[in-house]
T-cell receptor, first 113, second 116 residues
Framework: GENVEQHPSTLSVQEGDSAVIKCTYS??????FPWYKQELGKRPQLIID?????GEKKDQRIAVTLNKTAKHFSLHITETQPEDSAVYFC????????????FGTGTRLTIIP | SAVISQKPSRDICQRGTSLTIQCQVD?????MFWYRQQPGQSLTLIAT?????????ESGFVIDKFPISRPNLTFSTLTVSNMSPEDSSIYLC?????????????FGPGTRLTVL
């Protein structure tokens, strides 16, 4: 089955700086890669996702890049703000047949004012 | 995205008892998923529930411990049976988003379970 590794487990950055979280996956058939943000005591919220037919996707201050050859994808947050502090989870899945999401272990991001 | 509610939002239970968690969606969905999130951990899929068929359980989870019902396209229940303190977790249901070619899932607010 799919295995998703996520690094780092914790990350602290100064407000205004950029943050990068990286994930690797094992199943070469995976073609869908979402990122979720979970604030303390809240449910995970989908913030951005990418399919394998594109290499990069951007939505305002967040972007995701995908390298299918190397089987890794990354979340980039620019101009970080205190409200970006949360736990971020990457995930991977196929979009046909076995459709379950496999989650990474999570990254606790802290933005230092 | 769909509006998902769960009941109860939290509960404190005694060892050996059972708790049934309800998940309600405001639109019809084919697949519903049940996850467990232990304190400070990631999300672990317990099972996938399709309407009209038996739930599909992931490795390490069995129907006797986590029976699931899926009576219609908007509702599902997960029962945590014969509970022990190790079952203390947040339990979340999720549903598929429905975009063609995507597999995004949207989560309910979760049920925080504490077993004494």
């Amino acid at each position: 089955g799919e295995n998703v590794e996520q690094h780092p487990s914790t990350l602290s950055v100064q407000e205004g700086d950029s943050a990068v979280i990286k994930c690797t996956y094992s199943d070469s058939a995976s073609n869908y890669f979402p990122w979720y943000k979970q604030e303390l005591g809240k449910r995970p919220q989908l913030i951005i996702d990418i399919r394998s037919n594109v290499g990069e996707k951007k939505d305002q201050r967040i972007a995701v890049t995908l390298n299918k050859t190397a089987k890794h994808f990354s979340l980039h947050i620019t101009e970080t703000q205190p409200e970006d502090s949360a736990v971020y989870f990457c995930a991977a899945s196929r979009t046909f047949g076995n459709e379950k999401l496999t989650f990474g272990t999570g990254t606790r991001l802290t933005i230092i004012p | 995205s769909a509006v998902i509610s769960q009941k109860p939002s939290r509960d404190i239970c005694q060892r050996g008892t059972s708790l049934t968690i309800q998940c309600q969606v405001d639109s019809q969905v084919t697949m519903m998923f049940w996850y467990r999130q232990q304190p400070g951990q990631s999300l672990t899929l317990i099972a996938t529930a399709n309407q009209g068929s038996e739930a599909t359980y992931e490795s390490g989870f069995v129907i006797d411990k986590f029976p699931i019902s899926r009576p219609n396209l908007t509702f599902s229940t997960l029962t945590v049976s014969n509970m022990s303190p190790e079952d203390s977790s947040i339990y979340l249901c999720s549903v598929e988003g429905g975009r063609e070619g995507y597999n995004e899932q949207f989560f309910g607010p979760g049920t925080r379970l504490t077993v004494l």
